[in-house]
């Protein structure tokens, strides 16, 4: 057998998650005597099930993990290639695997995803959460857990502080209020008391099924490849409960603070904080915050987000990269270098965005952009013209925090707007929290937890800019049916 055995495709995908599956299965349905490839370093894919499309631009989907053997067997023309990607060489137009094959392509999109950004390297008291792979290892160290620290503001962070029982959890952020990347602190209040009430019983179905993967022998002394992001309903069907026996959730959060530094007990007892701490019992590790308070615990979650995973891709090529390090991408999703695409969170929008659109790392927006990768790459080939999708005309996700359903629209925390805005809140405690952001007169974003069915009427408002001067603060009387007035 040859050194190194070569592939020739016509389109290679990088990435079994969202972006990276949408994009390869776009292109192997629009090119049926293609071959295309899809190269994840993990054994399952990410597909989208249950895709329903609530608005003009308002998507809900489910994700489910499946064997990459699906999609070959939906796809005669798909090939998936079960490696991770050691290099890129751009200008010759080829790949390199760890395993040693050499992938030749005509167009390639990177979807490689985010990784998590970690507190600090190598510490086994400190577990990033993103694949369902660290997921079940945290399932697995909280049940011996009696207090934990998790340490960041996002939508994982979020679920986790909610989701976990029986076991006391030190929350830091570094916002003067929770969920900063999705909420305004009016909304943080109206969730902050579901952090103290007994939550619902949970309906034992779990959409997310998992497939157990023997682990291969022969990757012993490589980095471990980690798999795909996980998405809102990571934690249904799997227990997140701690070893205390109570039921009253036992949740501080401790605002406007980060960790300064990580201690081992050894090293804690050494150090002159052991006598200033009040903390009397005994931990394996310590968080110093920035607040001055220490905390030990049995564990630390570091949530703090993700970093787009360009690593493999950079070397001897010229990419242009973001400020926050994503592979910049113009409006046909294409990077600076010749025939390559990239879509997802590895990739940052380059191209000059519409007033009421932004990227967020999502999973709403990783499909999005996979799909249209899809479609420009589609274009090229046919040499046709694309236009930007609509999609990235406004901003929209639709997901559930705490149990309530929450619709993000447009610069829906005034993003960008600075003093230029005017807000108007309507909120019914433990039942809805509408927000609505204008500016001069016109709305630009919106905020709906609960079960508001304001959306569309929102949605329809944001994208025609009509003037709502003349109607001021009628817009959100709850005695009025907004949705008949703007028919």
Not at 39 to 62: G, H, M, R
Not at 170 to 181: F, L, R
Not at 214 to 235: F, I, K, N, Y
Request: proline content about 4%; hydrophobic content about 40%; some cysteine.
């Amino acid at each position: 057998m040859a050194a190194n055995p070569e592939k020739t495709f016509k389109f290679v995908v990088v990435g079994g998650g969202i972006a990276g599956v949408t994009c390869a299965e776009q292109l192997a349905s629009q090119f049926p005597s293609a071959d295309v490839a899809l190269l994840t370093a993990a054994p399952l894919i990410k597909a989208v099930c249950n895709f329903k499309q609530v608005s003009k631009t308002l998507e809900e989907f489910d994700v489910e993990e499946r064997p990459s053997s699906v999609l070959e067997e939906k796809y005669a023309n798909l090939r998936v290639i079960q490696s991770a990607v050691k290099a890129l060489h751009a200008q010759q137009h080829t790949l390199q695997s760890v395993d040693g094959l050499e992938i030749h392509y005509e167009k390639l999109c990177i979807c490689s995803g985010g990784r998590p950004k970690l507190l600090t390297q190598d510490n086994p008291y400190v577990l990033g959460i993103r694949d369902t792979d660290s997921a079940q290892e945290f399932q697995k160290r909280l049940s011996k857990a009696k207090r934990i620290v998790v340490v960041g503001n996002g939508g994982i962070a979020l679920e986790l502080v909610y989701e976990v029982e029986g076991c006391e959890v030190i929350w830091v952020v570094k916002d003067k209020a929770i969920g900063n990347t999705f909420f305004d602190a009016g909304a943080a209040q109206f969730l902050i008391p579901s952090l103290d009430t007994d939550k619902p019983e949970r309906a034992a179905t779990c959409k997310r099924a998992r497939y157990t993967i023997e682990g291969p022998a022969a990757t012993q002394g490589l980095a471990v490849e980690p798999g795909s992001a996980l998405g809102p309903d990571w934690h249904e069907g799997i227990s997140l409960r701690g070893a205390e026996e109570v039921s009253v959730p036992l949740v501080s959060v401790e605002y406007q603070s980060e960790v300064k530094q990580i201690y081992t007990h050894q090293d804690f007892l050494l150090s002159p904080l052991a006598s200033q701490t009040a903390d009397t019992g005994s931990w394996p590790v310590y968080a110093q915050l920035t607040n001055g308070k220490t905390f030990g615990c049995d564990f630390i979650i570091s949530a703090t987000g993700v970093v787009p995973n360009t690593e493999p891709f950079l070397h001897g090529n010229s990419f242009a990269l973001a400020e926050d390090s994503g592979l910049k991408v113009d409006d046909h999703m294409m990077t600076t270098e010749p025939d390559i695409y990239a879509a997802g969170d590895v990739c940052t929008a380059g191209w000059e965005p519409s007033h009421l659109w932004q990227q967020m790392r999502l999973w709403t927006q990783a499909r999005q952009m996979g799909w249209y990768a899809g479609r420009c790459m589609a274009a090229d080939v046919l040499s046709e013209t694309i236009e930007l999708d609509f999609c990235f005309e406004l901003f929209s996700h639709i997901t559930k925090f705490f149990n309530y359903k929450v619709v993000l629209l447009g610069k829906f925390n005034g993003q960008g707007l600075g003093l230029n805005q005017e807000l108007l809140v309507r909120c019914t405690k433990g039942h809805e929290y509408v927000k609505v952001v204008l500016s001069g007169g016109r709305m630009l974003g919106a905020v709906l937890i609960g079960e508001t069915d304001l959306e569309e009427t929102f949605e329809n408002l944001i994208l025609n800019q009509m003037d709502l001067t003349p109607y001021g603060e009628e817009l959100l009387n709850p005695n009025i049916d907004i949705e008949d007035y703007f028919d």
